[in-house]
T-cell receptor, first 113, second 111 residues
Framework: DTAVSQTPKYLVTQMGNDKSIKCEQN?????MYWYKQDSKKFLKIMFS???????INETVPNRFSPKSPDKAHLNLHINSLELGDSAVYFC????????????FGNGTRLTVT | GNSVTQMEGPVTLSEEAFLTINCTYT??????LFWYVQYPGEGLQLLLK?????DKGSNKGFEATYRKETTSFHLEKGSVQVSDSAVYFC??????????FGTGTRLTVIP
């Protein structure tokens, strides 16, 4: 029943490793997003995809690569993890219209040691 | 450019107190305005929205009015409860994929 689901909920890993976070939405939305939330709760958009095509790619290290196999999925791959990547990552989706709100997943807390 | 300036927290109130969280914005065009709420350990949820000037969004006792003349969208609630403790985000959206969040305001309501 979960509208936007992301896995895993927690991810603890060491510096230099490569990891992935998966996201799926069952709302039939055309647009999906990845946001990063830091320890001060500040939200920053990372990527936005519309119908599997990249729309927004903010200033994010190229170690971060989104992959959208279909419009219901947007996965986030992170290579060569660094300490500063520790944060909560949120997936979201929307209808992609100017007044359409975002529906968020519950977040993945990534801790890099 | 587009930006949202939100009242800095944290805000601590006693139960049944009146709540105001200020939000002002700068935008090109005619944005839609939103308040999202984030409860501990969860993702953001839409609380309310307004899509044009003078619209009032309301939900769960919270209200906010889209004021174009003051470029504001302040969040209010007449009587807060402990269960309202959360982080509140003001946001504006100017196009299909242009969503801008404020920095969030943490509210703690004590019994």
């Amino acid at each position: 029943d979960t509208a936007v689901s992301q896995t895993p909920k927690y991810l603890v890993t060491q510096m230099g490793n490569d990891k992935s976070i998966k996201c799926e939405q069952n709302l039939g939305h055309d647009t999906m997003y990845w946001y990063k939330q830091d320890s001060k709760k500040f939200l920053k958009i990372m990527f936005s995809y519309n119908n599997k095509e990249l729309i927004i790619n903010e200033t994010v290290p190229n170690r971060f690569s989104p992959k959208s196999p279909d419009k219901a999925h947007l996965n986030l791959h992170i290579n060569s993890l660094e300490l500063g990547d520790s944060a909560v990552y949120f997936c979201a989706s929307s209808r992609g219209q100017s007044h359409s709100p975002l529906h968020f997943g519950n977040g993945t807390r990534l801790t890099v040691t | 450019g587009n930006s949202v300036t939100q009242m800095e927290g944290p805000v601590t109130l006693s139960e049944e107190a009146f709540l105001t969280i200020n939000c002002t914005y700068t935008a090109t065009g005619y944005p839609s305005l939103f308040w999202y709420v984030q409860y501990p350990g969860e993702g953001l949820q839409l609380l309310l929205k307004a899509t044009k000037a003078d619209d009032k969004g309301s939900n769960k006792g919270f209200e906010a009015t889209y004021r174009k003349e003051t470029t504001s969208f302040h969040l209010e609630k007449g009587s807060v409860q402990v269960s309202d403790s959360a982080v509140y985000f003001c946001a504006l959206q100017t196009g299909a994929n242009n969503l801008f969040f404020g920095t969030g305001t943490r509210l703690t309501v004590i019994p």
